[in-house]
């Protein structure tokens, strides 16, 4: 990647020739040019800025300098690169910019002084070349360049070969939308804290279940607009509701999209909850009790029970469905337990059917009791799995 850096204080990127980042520069996996604005002026003070129009506080940086200089960097390259103008009244540079940014071959960054840069330099810039204005934060720096730095560094490091170990970017703070866990080294015990000991316990399933939870726990805290509205959905604390017809579209859309997994798996995309119509589930509302969660208003997970209509015994469990983000928290479980809690009396076996290479969903089921059944189950390619009600 090239970057090209305009500004009046060229030593103030001096940093950028540091630590993995100069490494990345002698490496060649960065091109990194910094052009001082003051080598394209022509006066003996070498003047960059000027008296605003319409009057005000402050200094502008006049439109000249910045013409040339741009001009030169496009003249010593193919194409034209992307233009980044630090300025707080830009948009706001994120993690996902800096992923879109580190696919583009060339950025260049217009590091603004004083009050700003003639609002001309980018108009003419962009029209030979994309513009975007980019902030840092919701605060005022005395200059683009600590932007630059910043931004320089973000994308740098997300480039193929900067970061030995590609692996450590994928979990990081903002990759996903939440903040990392906290992270412990050795000693296992400090001035007397201990590491949580789940993770001492070599258990992985239980550490990332305790590193998701601490993701969610100190995103709460700390950057609560980060949290999607059903992050905070646990187990424990659902809102179990009868479904009704007003549910039953975006109930058809949930069970889709949580059957094209089966489908696949199956190697057959005809399998009943994906032929299902809306009016299918309008008549099941008959046999059946659905069962529905919503999440801030979003219908996140749903199950269906009913009596067998052969043996009037077995309970029988059907289109338990979480919607993917929210999968591994124990909602499928619980709604599980809930449909088997509403069986009535006299019920003596738990039924559920499922995909034969459903893996997830039968050890699911195993986990809460139920027993393979020999042979095909009720529908092709599916096996029938049952458990004794006490
Ligand atoms: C003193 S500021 C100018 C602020 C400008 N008068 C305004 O209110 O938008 C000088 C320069 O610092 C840089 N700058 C200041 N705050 C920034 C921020 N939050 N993000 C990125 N760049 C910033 C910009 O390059 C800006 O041109």
């Given at each position: 990647m090239r970057v090209d850096v305009l500004t009046i204080f060229p030593d103030y990127l001096a940093p950028l020739d540091l630590s993995l980042i100069g490494r990345a520069r002698r490496q060649g996996l960065l091109d990194l040019r910094v052009?001082?604005?003051?080598?394209?002026?022509?006066?003996?003070?070498?003047t960059v800025d000027d008296t605003p129009y319409g009057g005000g506080a402050g200094m502008v940086m006049?439109?000249?300098?910045?013409?040339?200089?741009?001009d030169a960097v496009v003249a010593s390259g193919a194409g034209v690169p992307h233009l980044l103008v630090p300025s707080p009244a830009g948009e706001?540079?994120?993690?996902?910019?800096?992923?879109?940014?580190?696919g583009e071959p060339w950025l260049a960054f217009a590091c603004g002084r004083y009050e700003g840069i003639d609002e001309r330099v980018l108009?003419?810039?962009?029209d030979r070349m994309p513009v975007t204005p980019v902030s840092l934060g919701d605060y005022v720096l005395?200059?683009?360049?600590?932007?630059?730095?910043?931004?320089?560094?973000?994308v740098a490091r997300l480039l193929p070969g900067v970061v030995g170990n590609a692996e450590s970017l994928v979990e990081e703070s903002h990759e996903d939308g939440l903040l990392e866990y906290p992270v412990y080294t050795k000693p296992s015990s400090w001035r007397g804290r201990d590491v949580?000991?789940?993770?001492?316990?070599?258990?992985?399933?239980?550490?990332?279940?305790?590193r998701h939870e601490q993701r969610l726990t100190r995103t709460g805290a700390?950057?609560?607009?980060?949290?999607?509205?059903?992050?905070?959905?646990?187990a424990d604390g659902l809102d179990i509701v009868v479904a009704t017809r007003g549910d039953l579209p975006e109930l058809l859309v949930l069970q889709w999209a949580c059957w094209v997994g089966e489908g696949r798996s199956a190697g057959s995309f005809d399998i009943p909850p994906l032929a299902e119509t809306l009016d299918d589930l309008v008549g099941s509302l008959d046999g059946w009790t659905t069962w529905v969660v919503r999440s801030a208003g979003r219908l996140v997970a749903a199950v269906r029970g009913r009596m067998s209509t052969d043996d009037r015994r077995t309970w029988e469990t059907g289109r338990l469905m979480v919607a993917p983000d929210l999968a591994g928290r124990g909602?499928?479980?619980?709604?599980?337990?809930?449909?088997?809690?509403?069986a009535p009396a006299g019920t003596t076996r738990y039924w559920v059917n499922t995909g034969a290479r459903s893996e997830r969903n039968l050890r699911i089921y195993r986990k809460a009791g139920y027993r393979l059944q020999a042979g095909e189950g009720r529908y092709p390619g599916t096996v029938d799995l049952v458990k004794r009600a006490d």
């Open positions: 052009h001082d604005l003051r080598e394209h002026t022509h006066d003996r003070h070498r006049r439109p000249e300098p910045w013409g040339e200089t741009l706001r540079f994120t993690q996902a910019m800096a992923r879109r940014l580190a108009e003419d810039a962009a005395n200059g683009g360049e600590v932007a630059v730095l910043a931004v320089v560094e973000a949580p000991p789940v993770l001492l316990s070599g258990d992985h399933g239980a550490i990332a279940r305790w700390r950057r609560p607009d980060l949290l999607p509205p059903s992050a905070g959905l646990l909602i499928g479980r619980a709604l599980l337990a809930h449909s088997e809690s509403a």
